[in-house]
């Protein structure tokens, strides 16, 4: 429990005395304290840690205002209200350690019969207070933190933004900007360029993709299947039934170049010919060891046929031509017409 003793009566001075006088009581407080001036006093030892307590608040002009605002019931210290410090009971030392000067005698090495100059005669020096560091004293709330921006809100981009082209671009402009962004980066593009030419690089994706962020879409272009059912199914109707539609995916070989990097035929991939010791660079290749070849997969065209398979529900008492809107993550807000056929797997053909 913190001493509630008054620290002007323990040095016997008045509550508005000078620096001096405070001197003075403490040199002469110190020395009839000491515990080699009272041997075999148990509690000396104790009193002698607690008269250094108070000499070294008393004795600092900081700690002492802080110490009789205290007194005088906790009014706020500047802006920043104070408390004691409780790892040190406003000592500000942690503890005392033995004086280095006069080696704990309290007496001048200088062959005077003086007291110490750094330890005043008490032998003992304060070892400072980690908490406060040494201050006695502690801030009673932490300052008000000042308030930080609003988080920034990330902007998501759209396919047309990531590629930098305008929602108006025809396919060929898409595609060649696509093409672009792969020889650039020689065909290195980040994943979310080559998701977002998949989007929008199909003429039937795209059409899906603007209707699900509220763009027209393309002229001559109509994100609409038509999807085959049964009588049966259609008049029952499904929770969930699965159609499967035509559709592109691009080609995994050159992706969506058209053109896939192969090693130079003629120099075998090395980018230089070797004639005994004497090298020369490949023309063929012009030393890069690589060659520019089309794409037998998807024959230049840079996509492959990938027929994607969609789950709806059909709703019971279906017509001829009823129609139903779907949303699927890359054909976008598609549009299913059904046609009735007699049988499952009975196929019409309109003609």
Known sequence: MTDQRDYYAVLGVPPDASAEQIRTARRSRLREAHPDANPGDPGAAERFDFICKVCEVLG???????????????????????????????????????????????????????????????????????????????????????????????????????????????????????????????????????????????????AGYDRGIGVSPSKGVAGEFDVHVSRRLAMEGAASHEFTVPDRDLCPACHGAGRVMLPCGTCQGRGYWQYGMATTKCDACNGKGTDERPCVDCALSGWVTAPRTLACTVPAASREDARITVRDELLGVVTLRLRLALVPGFVREDG
Request: contains cysteine; proline residues 8%; aromatic residues 6%.
């Open 60 to 206: 600092d002009p900081e700690r002492r205002r802080i110490y009789d605002q205290m007194l005088r019931g906790g009014a706020d210290v500047g802006a920043q209200a104070h408390v004691r410090c409780g790892a040190c009971a406003g000592s500000g030392a942690w503890g005392f350690l033995r004086c280095g000067m006069c080696d704990g005698l309290g007496r001048s090495r200088m062959g005077f019969s003086t007291d110490c100059p750094n330890c005043e005669g008490s032998g003992r020096v304060p070892d400072p207070c980690p908490r406060c560091d040494g201050k006695g004293w502690r801030a009673a709330s932490r300052p008000a933190r000042r308030p930080s921006a609003p988080p920034k809100k990330k902007t998501v981009q759209n396919c047309y933004e990531i590629l930098g082209v305008a929602p108006d671009a025809t396919a060929r402009e898409i595609s060649e900007r696509y093409k672009g962004l792969l020889r650039e980066a020689a065909a290195q593009v980040p994943d979310r360029v080559r998701d977002a030419y998949r989007r929008i690089g199909d003429p039937r994706r795209r």
